[in-house]
Each structure stands twice: as structure tokens, then as C-alpha cells.
């Protein structure tokens, strides 16, 4: 039996073969030159092949799946077997046309198909010669082309430089076997039994990884010198490519823990990008940073800092954990904002309109921001004053920061400080730590894209005291004019100017601001508004925008002034309006809800309205109650929400002289209760009252409202004449409210909060109010509209009180002590 040696199509190796084996032969120079000297027919049926291109001589298996293939196939294997293949331009075209193939292909005979399971058919071919396309004659069902035969130039066989080019494939083939791992070893004896010069052209052609336009050029070669001289760099290229990615590999051979395992990895795909032209290598990103560098304003300090960073980033290895940090580092610096500034707007005019267009009242506060805008336009060079809106919650302070923003045509930032506990917060975290970023400040610095916005500040009396640090001592660097042009962030680790932002501090109580902090602010009083304050900002602003919100227009809900006024009086008890808010929005939500339903409703809301949607007025304990009762006073108090009438309650009791005190007060109330008790004794003839009647009795001293801490000088007035006239048993003057501080002299000291009392005093109905004389001028500053229907009485001293504010009336069933 004949022995030969036959190409086996799974591994690529060869073995003896039997005649009986399915195993396909290599071609031979007789095979050769028995196929040139064949006819071509005048016309074959086309078969397309999506990502591949097949050379005479050469065996490849092919997957047919669509219906055309299928039924060329099956047409072909049944006649003469040969077909013309030729590949697509594109392989992502599903029915491919004349216009989608190229030209020059390959005549293939069958030599086997086989039906898979999947429906699919393959198909082993084998090329032929190749030719070119004359004419698609049909395009149904399947492509047929008139074709005719290119011949090939081959060179003399004394040619020497071909002979150097084949010796040379041959010896290039076989390092490319023996370098490349995905070859089997057994692949070099195919290479070295080759005999035919043009096959192991088409062979190697055929089995490099190149691009199937790649391909296709060498296909179209004609000279077969040409053709191996182009195969044999497309050779050296992958020979490049394979010796540089052992490379690579024997560089982290040795020893390799999980690390190193990972440099490699990274190594690999570095490399590949970079071949394939895509991904962004360290290097381009240093030369992005540097582009980028170009461009900012930063002086010679941070520029020369930035360099030298830029520089240790350079020399860092890419794949260790400090490089991303280092690059964050940087990215940091170059998306901060140095020495860029927005234009400030200073025509005072406009300032004026936006603040009164955006807050009803208010005309103190918006008159101290003018002048400051005022000084700002003046000056120019002038740095940013640092103020501090202090007054109750829902009364406009962290808006007016935004209209003063839009006024001056700066960015707006606004961090919250309610509750911040760790300093980093304010002055960033080191950048060695894992997580570290800049502090709120500078973060906020660069959201902005400024250097000079308006930073709000909120809630700064709220700031938190941790084992991380104090925050409002972190602050004091921030708000001090003479030392914020170098605010040193422990992660940017180099000083930031925050001279030219102007920060506005918002803060409900001023007790809790740290003294140092407190003094580096001007503080503004943001007070609390008057009913007919907050009836127009409700018509201007709080409807229209619930109305909005709610996806109502303006003729959905009209609520009229007095409807305004009883809302107003019967359902809120605050300084500010977000309690007031919230009931426009229940009445609106009423609205909404008929006209989904399709219900009718009163479009006018009238007071029948008001009750049925928000229920029975819950605020008429803050009315002022009769005087028929001796021991009862009415005094003003302020609290964190707003000023408040405070009752002081006393009675008598029969014992041995002892004064308790109860309704939750803070220990300065206590005293002022002491001082009264104390004073009264000492004067007891210059008010009537007989000395012994002190131990005989036990004075009780009750303030309503148990359940709400109370505490402060300013009910001191109070509790004297709640004492005097618990002890004389005189009537206090009708509709009259006190508040002032006492001393064991007998004088009357000024107290705070008057604008807030004085409100709380008109909601109360209440008609004479007593103050210290040293309180007209907080008097004064107020509008007179706000003080119409109130009369004032100021004094210095103790008695001046009892004068005013005790009657020569007994009251009802008097005790006679």
C-alpha cells in the first residue's frame, strides 16, 4: 500500500496516512501544476465568506448559515463541487451584493459537508486558483458571476532573492511556531514538507492573524515574489509582537506572588492597547496634565509646586496604589479654580430690586447688604467682609445668601455645617490616608469654578464638638479676613486665597457660636416678621409657589387678606413663615385634590373654609388673659423660634417664709426670682407690706408651660410685679406686658430680642409694653408701622415699674394678710 504524507485539518500536523483515511493532502508542485493548466468555467455560483479569505492550495473548514449558502452548497456538492469564494467588505452585511464582495476570490472544490446539529452546514473546502469577477449574472437564489482565470508570474528557479525570501518564510514560520504557545510544535514538520514555493506562501498567508482587507491585498498579488516579500513582513511583524510579549513574560516569571501577577497582567493589556492604538497610557495622561498645566492662572509658588509633583508622579511605577493618589492629587490642583474670578456686578440698583423682589420686609438686613456692596464697588480691592445672618428658623437667611449671589453675579455655594463633627470636614484629610479627600471649603471651591463666590454657610451655631476634632475652630481660619488669603487644607498641603469669597454665616442662636468665631462676623439681625408681614409674603410669594409646586395655576385658589390674617393668627405662632408654609399648602392640597375629583369647591376660600380644611385655630393661648387675679403677669420672652408672652403665676401659701420656683427655668431665671423676693424684702415699707407677713407665708412661683426649657435675666420686671402685687393684693394694669432685668439696687437693665417681643406682644392683643429706658433706641429702629397701637413706657428703676404697672384696685376677693 502507497505511504504519503497528508495534513490533518484538527491539529495541524502531519502523519502517515492511509488512501482510506479522510485525511486531505498537501498539494504537490505536480498538483500544482495540474490545477493552472485546468479550465475555468465561464460563469460559477458565488459563495461569500464573512471573516475569511481562502488561497489556492489551502484546506479550511467554513459554517454555512444562511438560506443562500446553504442551498449553493447543497447545489454544488450534488454537481461539478466547485465553487467561487470570495470575502465581504463588511462582515456585518446579511445578504451581501455585488457591491458588498471583492473581486478577487478563489475557485474551491468541495471536498466534504457535513449537517450539524444546530441546522447549520460546514463545509471543507479547498482553493483552487484564483480569479476575478467579470459580471454578477444573478443575484437569486444565490450570487452567480461570469469570472475569468489570473494567471500568476512566477520567478526563474535560479532566482536567488526568491529563494532568500522562501528559505527565509520557511525559517520565520518556524520561530513563530516555536515562540508562540497557541501553535503545536508539530505545526513545523507541515511547514518543512511544504514543497510547493506558491503553497507555502498561500499556507503562511493564510494562517497569519492579520485583518481580512490584509488578506485580500496579498490575494490580489500577482508576482509571486511580491506576494512572499509582503507575507514576509506581515511575518516579522507578528514575530515582533510574540517576542515582545515573552518579553514581557519573562520579566515577571520569576517568583511571582498575587502582585506581580498583577503588574503583568496590566503589562500585557498596556501593551495591546498600545498596538491597537487605543487606551491612555501613563505617559498620555502626564501629557494631558501638562497641556493642561498651560492654561491655568496659578503663580510661580503653585506652579513650581505642581511641577514637582508632576515629577514624582513621572517617576512613580503606574500599577502601585500611591500613583492614583498621586493623580487625584493632581487632578485636584488642576481643576481648582487659582486667580479666577467672576465679574462682580455692582450696579446697586439692581441689587436693590432682586432683594426686594425676593424677600417682602426685612429692610435693616437688606440695607446693611447694600452698603457693603456699596463699599465693595468703591474700594474693588477690598476683601470680602464675613457676615453672619442671625435670627429664627423660616425667616429668609439662606435665601437672602442666594439673592445677594444673583445681585452681584458671583456662583452660589452653600454648605451645611448643622451637626459636623470632625475638622477634616473644613481643613481636608492628609492625602497619605486611604480615602482622603480636600476639606468642604476647597471641595466646594471647585464645584464652583470661581475664587470669589458667595459661600452661605448655614446653621455655623450648629457645628459639633468630636473626638475628631473641633470644626468651629477649624472655621476660624476660614472667616478671618487678615489670614484666609492662605487657607491651608491638609490635603491640597499649601495655602488657597479665600480672600475675595464672601461668606455669609446663617445661625439661630448666637449663645452656641464659639467667642473667637463670633467676633470674626458681622452680625446682622435677621427679625421676625409682623402678621402684616406675613400675610404679603404669603399673597407674593408662599400661594403662588404652592400653587406651582401642587401643578395649579393662579386662578385654581385665591385666599384673600383677612382669610391671610386668620391662617396666620390662628394656626402658626412663629417668627418666620415655614410653619404659615405649610398650612397654605394644606389649603392648596385641598384644591388639588377636589379638582382631580372633579368636586366642587370654593375657588374664594372664605373663614368657614379656613376652619374646615385646617381645623379649629390651635394658637389662642398666646391671647393675653384678664388681670382679676392678684400674682399674674404678662411678660415678653424670646426664644429660638421667636418672641413669646410669658405668664408668671405666684401665690401664697401659710408657712415659714420659703420661696420654691417651678415651670423648667434655667438657673439665671431662678436668681432673677431670688433678687425680686430679696428686694422686696428690703423695701417692704415703701410698698405697704407689713415684714412679718414674709414669715408667715410661703411664696410659690410658677411659669406656664412646664415642658418648654425657660430661662434668662429679662423676666426679672415680671417677677417683681407678679410679687408686689401677690403681697399688696393690687390689680396689674390691664393689657400691659414687662420685660427687663433687675438688681439688688433697684435699677432696670436692657434686654434682647426686642423687635421679636414686640411682635409677640401685637399677636397677643397686648396695648402697653415696659421696658428699660436703654431699650429706645432697639425701639426706634423699628418701622412705626410695626409699633402702631402699642404704647411705651420706659424706666430706670424698680420702683418706676410698680408705679406703672400696679393699680390702687384690690382685686376680687382680696386675702387680708
Same mark, same amino acid.
Given at each position: 500500500? %502507497?505511504?504519503?504524507?497528508?495534513?490533518?485539518?484538527?491539529?495541524?500536523?502531519?502523519?502517515?496516512?492511509?488512501?482510506?483515511?479522510?485525511?486531505?493532502?498537501?498539494?504537490?508542485?505536480?498538483?500544482?501544476?495540474?490545477?493552472?493548466?485546468?479550465?475555468?468555467?465561464?460563469?460559477?455560483?458565488?459563495?461569500?465568506?464573512?471573516?475569511?479569505?481562502?488561497?489556492?492550495?489551502?484546506?479550511?473548514?467554513?459554517?454555512?448559515?444562511?438560506?443562500?449558502?446553504? $442551498?449553493?452548497?447543497?447545489?454544488?456538492?450534488?454537481?461539478?463541487?466547485?465553487?467561487?469564494?470570495?470575502?465581504?467588505? *463588511?462582515?456585518?452585511?446579511?445578504?451581501?451584493?455585488?457591491?458588498?464582495?471583492?473581486?478577487?476570490?478563489?475557485?474551491?472544490?468541495?471536498?466534504?459537508?457535513?449537517?450539524?446539529?444546530?441546522?447549520?452546514?460546514?463545509?471543507?473546502?479547498?482553493?483552487?486558483?484564483?480569479?476575478?469577477?467579470?459580471?454578477?449574472?444573478?443575484?437569486?437564489?444565490?450570487?452567480?458571476?461570469?469570472?475569468?482565470?489570473?494567471?500568476?508570474?512566477?520567478?526563474?528557479?535560479?532566482?536567488?532573492?526568491?529563494?532568500?525570501?522562501?528559505?527565509?518564510?520557511?525559517?520565520?514560520?518556524?520561530?513563530?511556531?516555536?515562540?508562540?504557545?497557541?501553535?503545536?510544535?508539530?505545526?513545523?514538520?507541515?511547514?518543512?514538507?511544504?514543497?510547493?514555493?506558491?503553497?507555502?506562501?498561500?499556507?503562511?498567508?493564510?494562517?497569519?492573524?492579520?485583518?481580512?482587507?490584509?488578506?485580500?491585498?496579498?490575494?490580489?498579488?500577482? *508576482?509571486?515574489?511580491?506576494?512572499?516579500?509582503?507575507?514576509?513582513?506581515?511575518?516579522?511583524?507578528?514575530?515582533?509582537?510574540?517576542?515582545?510579549?515573552?518579553?514581557?513574560?519573562?520579566?515577571?516569571?520569576?517568583?511571582?506572588?498575587?502582585?506581580?501577577?498583577?503588574?503583568?497582567?496590566?503589562?500585557?493589556?498596556?501593551?495591546?492597547?498600545?498596538?491597537?492604538?487605543?487606551?491612555?497610557?501613563?505617559? &498620555?495622561?502626564?501629557?494631558? +496634565?501638562?497641556?493642561?498645566?498651560?492654561?491655568?492662572?496659578?503663580?510661580?509658588?503653585? %506652579?513650581?509646586?505642581? *511641577?514637582?509633583?508632576?515629577?514624582?508622579?513621572?517617576?512613580?511605577?503606574?500599577?502601585?496604589?500611591?500613583?492614583?493618589?498621586?493623580?487625584?492629587?493632581?487632578?485636584?490642583?488642576?481643576?481648582?479654580?487659582?486667580?479666577?474670578?467672576?465679574?462682580?456686578?455692582?450696579?446697586?440698583?439692581?441689587?436693590?430690586?432682586?432683594?426686594?423682589?425676593?424677600?417682602? !420686609?426685612?429692610?435693616?438686613? %437688606?440695607?446693611?447688604?447694600?452698603?457693603?456692596?456699596?463699599?465693595?464697588?468703591?474700594?474693588?480691592?477690598?476683601?470680602?467682609?464675613?457676615?453672619?445672618?442671625?435670627?429664627?428658623?423660616?425667616?429668609?437667611?439662606?435665601?437672602?445668601?442666594?439673592?445677594?449671589?444673583?445681585?452681584?453675579?458671583?456662583?452660589?455655594?452653600?454648605?451645611?455645617?448643622?451637626?459636623?463633627?470632625? /475638622?477634616?470636614?473644613?481643613?481636608?484629610?492628609?492625602?497619605?490616608?486611604?480615602?482622603?479627600?480636600?476639606?468642604?471649603?476647597?471641595?466646594?471651591?471647585?464645584?464652583?469654578?470661581?475664587?470669589?463666590?458667595?459661600?452661605?454657610?448655614?446653621?455655623?451655631?450648629?457645628?459639633?464638638?468630636?473626638?475628631?476634632?473641633?470644626?468651629?475652630?477649624?472655621?476660624?481660619?476660614?472667616?478671618?479676613?487678615?489670614?484666609?488669603?492662605?487657607?491651608?487644607?491638609?490635603?491640597?498641603?499649601?495655602?488657597?486665597?479665600?480672600?475675595?469669597?464672601?461668606?455669609?454665616?446663617?445661625?439661630?442662636?448666637?449663645?452656641?457660636?464659639?467667642?473667637?468665631?463670633?467676633?470674626?462676623?458681622?452680625?446682622?439681625?435677621?427679625?421676625?416678621?409682623?402678621?402684616?408681614?406675613?400675610?404679603?409674603?404669603?399673597?407674593?410669594?408662599?400661594?403662588? $409657589?404652592?400653587?406651582?409646586?401642587?401643578?395649579?395655576?393662579?386662578?385654581?385658589?385665591?385666599?384673600?387678606?383677612?382669610?391671610?390674617?386668620?391662617?396666620? &393668627?390662628?394656626?402658626?405662632?412663629?417668627?418666620?413663615?415655614?410653619?404659615?408654609?405649610?398650612?397654605?399648602?394644606?389649603?392648596?392640597?385641598?384644591?388639588?385634590?377636589?379638582?382631580?375629583?372633579?368636586?366642587?369647591?370654593?375657588?374664594?376660600?372664605?373663614?368657614?373654609?379656613?376652619?374646615?380644611?385646617?381645623?379649629?385655630?390651635?394658637?389662642?393661648?398666646?391671647?393675653?388673659?384678664?388681670?382679676?387675679?392678684? !400674682?399674674?403677669?404678662? !411678660?415678653?420672652?424670646?426664644?429660638?423660634?421667636?418672641?413669646?408672652?410669658?405668664?408668671?403665676?405666684?401665690?401664697?401659701?401659710?408657712?415659714?417664709?420659703?420661696?420654691?420656683?417651678?415651670?423648667?427655668?434655667?438657673?439665671?431665671?431662678?436668681?432673677?426670682?431670688?433678687?425680686?423676693? /430679696?428686694?422686696?424684702?428690703?423695701?417692704?415699707?415703701?410698698?405697704?407690706?407689713?415684714?412679718?407677713?414674709?414669715?408667715?407665708?410661703?411664696?410659690?412661683?410658677?411659669?406656664?408651660?412646664?415642658?418648654?426649657?425657660?430661662?434668662?435675666?429679662?423676666?426679672?420686671?415680671? +417677677?417683681?410685679?407678679?410679687?408686689?402685687?401677690?403681697?399688696?393684693?393690687?390689680?396689674?394694669?390691664?393689657?400691659?406686658?414687662?420685660?427687663?432685668?433687675?438688681?439688688?439696687?433697684?435699677?432696670?437693665?436692657?434686654?434682647?430680642?426686642?423687635?421679636?417681643?414686640?411682635?409677640?406682644?401685637?399677636?397677643?392683643?397686648?396695648?402697653?409694653?415696659?421696658?428699660?429706658?436703654?431699650?429706645?433706641?432697639?425701639? &426706634?429702629?423699628?418701622?412705626?408701622?410695626?409699633?402702631?397701637?402699642?404704647?411705651?413706657?420706659?424706666?430706670?428703676?424698680?420702683?418706676?415699674?410698680?408705679?406703672?404697672?400696679?393699680?390702687?384696685?384690690?382685686?376680687?376677693?382680696?386675702?387680708?394678710?
Amino acid at each position: 500500500m %502507497k505511504k504519503s504524507k497528508f495534513l490533518n485539518l484538527d491539529n495541524l500536523s502531519f502523519q502517515d496516512f492511509d488512501e482510506n483515511s479522510e485525511l486531505i493532502p498537501l498539494m504537490t508542485p505536480e498538483d500544482e501544476e495540474l490545477i493552472n493548466n485546468e479550465s475555468l468555467p465561464e460563469s460559477l455560483p458565488i459563495l461569500p465568506l464573512r471573516n475569511t479569505v481562502l488561497f489556492p492550495g489551502v484546506v479550511i473548514p467554513i459554517t454555512a448559515g444562511r438560506d443562500a449558502s446553504i $442551498k449553493l452548497i447543497n447545489d454544488a456538492n450534488k454537481g461539478g463541487k466547485v465553487v467561487g469564494v470570495v470575502s465581504q467588505k *463588511d462582515e456585518a452585511v446579511e445578504n451581501p451584493t455585488a457591491k458588498d464582495i471583492y473581486k478577487t476570490g478563489t475557485v474551491a472544490r468541495i471536498l466534504k459537508v457535513l449537517k450539524m446539529p444546530d441546522g447549520n452546514t460546514t463545509v471543507i473546502i479547498q482553493g483552487k486558483k484564483r480569479f476575478s469577477i467579470n459580471k454578477v449574472i444573478s443575484e437569486k437564489p444565490y450570487l452567480t458571476a461570469t469570472i475569468s482565470d489570473i494567471p500568476e508570474a512566477k520567478p526563474a528557479k535560479a532566482n536567488e532573492e526568491f529563494r532568500a525570501i522562501i528559505d527565509s518564510i520557511k525559517d520565520l514560520s518556524l520561530d513563530i511556531i516555536k515562540e508562540s504557545p497557541n501553535i503545536p510544535s508539530e505545526a513545523s514538520f507541515a511547514i518543512k514538507n511544504i514543497e510547493s514555493d506558491s503553497f507555502l506562501v498561500n499556507f503562511v498567508s493564510s494562517n497569519m492573524n492579520l485583518r481580512v482587507e490584509e488578506k485580500q491585498e496579498l490575494l490580489k498579488i500577482n *508576482d509571486l515574489k511580491e506576494r512572499a516579500l509582503q507575507t514576509l513582513k506581515f511575518m516579522n511583524l507578528e514575530y515582533q509582537k510574540l517576542e515582545l510579549k515573552n518579553d514581557i513574560q519573562s520579566k515577571v516569571q520569576s517568583d511571582m506572588n498575587q502582585q506581580q501577577r498583577e503588574y503583568f497582567l496590566h503589562q500585557q493589556m498596556k501593551t495591546i492597547q498600545e498596538e491597537l492604538g487605543g487606551g491612555v497610557s501613563s505617559g &498620555e495622561e502626564i501629557e494631558d +496634565m501638562k497641556a493642561r498645566a498651560k492654561k491655568k492662572k496659578w503663580d510661580d509658588k503653585v %506652579k513650581e509646586h505642581f *511641577d514637582k509633583e508632576l515629577a514624582k508622579m513621572q517617576r512613580m511605577n503606574p500599577q502601585v496604589a500611591e500613583y492614583s493618589i498621586q493623580r487625584n492629587y493632581l487632578d485636584l490642583f488642576l481643576d481648582l479654580p487659582w486667580n479666577e474670578f467672576s465679574k462682580d456686578k455692582f450696579d446697586l440698583k439692581r441689587a436693590q430690586k432682586i432683594l426686594d423682589r425676593d424677600h417682602f !420686609g426685612l429692610e435693616d438686613v %437688606k440695607k446693611r447688604i447694600i452698603e457693603y456692596l456699596a463699599v465693595l464697588k468703591l474700594r474693588n480691592d477690598m476683601k470680602s467682609p464675613i457676615l453672619c445672618l442671625y435670627g429664627p428658623p423660616g425667616v429668609g437667611k439662606t435665601s437672602l445668601g442666594k439673592s445677594v449671589a444673583e445681585a452681584l453675579g458671583r456662583e452660589y455655594v452653600r454648605i451645611s455645617l448643622g451637626g459636623l463633627r470632625d /475638622e477634616a470636614e473644613i481643613r481636608g484629610h492628609r492625602k497619605t490616608y486611604i480615602g482622603a479627600m480636600p476639606g468642604r471649603i476647597i471641595q466646594s471651591l471647585k464645584k464652583a469654578q470661581t475664587s470669589n463666590p458667595v459661600f452661605v454657610l448655614d446653621e455655623i451655631d450648629k457645628l459639633s464638638t468630636g473626638h475628631q476634632g473641633d470644626p468651629s475652630s477649624a472655621m476660624l481660619e476660614v472667616l478671618d479676613p487678615e489670614q484666609n488669603n492662605e487657607f491651608y487644607d491638609n490635603f491640597l498641603e499649601m495655602g488657597y486665597d479665600l480672600s475675595k469669597v464672601m461668606f455669609i454665616a446663617t445661625a439661630n442662636n448666637m449663645n452656641t457660636i464659639q467667642p473667637a468665631l463670633r467676633d470674626r462676623m458681622e452680625i446682622i439681625n435677621v427679625t421676625g416678621y409682623t402678621i402684616e408681614e406675613k400675610v404679603e409674603i404669603a399673597k407674593r410669594h408662599l400661594l403662588p $409657589k404652592q400653587l406651582k409646586e401642587h401643578g395649579l395655576d393662579d386662578k385654581a385658589l385665591k385666599i384673600a387678606k383677612p382669610q391671610l390674617e386668620k391662617i396666620v &393668627e390662628g394656626y402658626t405662632r412663629e417668627s418666620g413663615v415655614r410653619g404659615l408654609e405649610k398650612q397654605i399648602a394644606k389649603m392648596v392640597r385641598y384644591a388639588a385634590k377636589n379638582i382631580a375629583m372633579e368636586e366642587a369647591y370654593n375657588v374664594k376660600v372664605t373663614n368657614e373654609d379656613v376652619i374646615e380644611i385646617l381645623g379649629s385655630p390651635r394658637m389662642e393661648r398666646d391671647k393675653y388673659e384678664n388681670n382679676d387675679v392678684a !400674682g399674674v403677669v404678662t !411678660g415678653l420672652a424670646w426664644t429660638s423660634v421667636g418672641g413669646d408672652i410669658l405668664f408668671i403665676e405666684s401665690i401664697l401659701s401659710k408657712g415659714k417664709g420659703a420661696l420654691s420656683i417651678t415651670g423648667n427655668l434655667g438657673k439665671v431665671m431662678k436668681e432673677s426670682a431670688t433678687i425680686a423676693m /430679696e428686694y422686696i424684702k428690703a423695701n417692704a415699707d415703701e410698698f405697704g407690706i407689713n415684714p412679718e407677713v414674709f414669715e408667715k407665708y410661703n411664696v410659690h412661683i410658677h411659669v406656664p408651660e412646664g415642658a418648654t426649657p425657660k430661662d434668662g435675666p429679662s423676666a426679672g420686671v415680671t +417677677m417683681l410685679t407678679s410679687l408686689v402685687s401677690l403681697f399688696t393684693q393690687r390689680k396689674v394694669k390691664k393689657s400691659l406686658a414687662m420685660t427687663g432685668e433687675i438688681t439688688l439696687r433697684g435699677k432696670v437693665l436692657p434686654v434682647g430680642g426686642i423687635k421679636e417681643k414686640i411682635l409677640a406682644a401685637k399677636r397677643a392683643r397686648i396695648k402697653e409694653i415696659l421696658l428699660c429706658e436703654d431699650n429706645r433706641r432697639d425701639i &426706634e429702629e423699628i418701622k412705626p408701622e410695626y409699633l402702631k397701637g402699642l404704647t411705651f413706657h420706659y424706666v430706670t428703676d424698680m420702683s418706676d415699674v410698680l408705679k406703672l404697672a400696679l393699680t390702687n384696685q384690690k382685686v376680687k376677693n382680696a386675702k387680708k394678710l
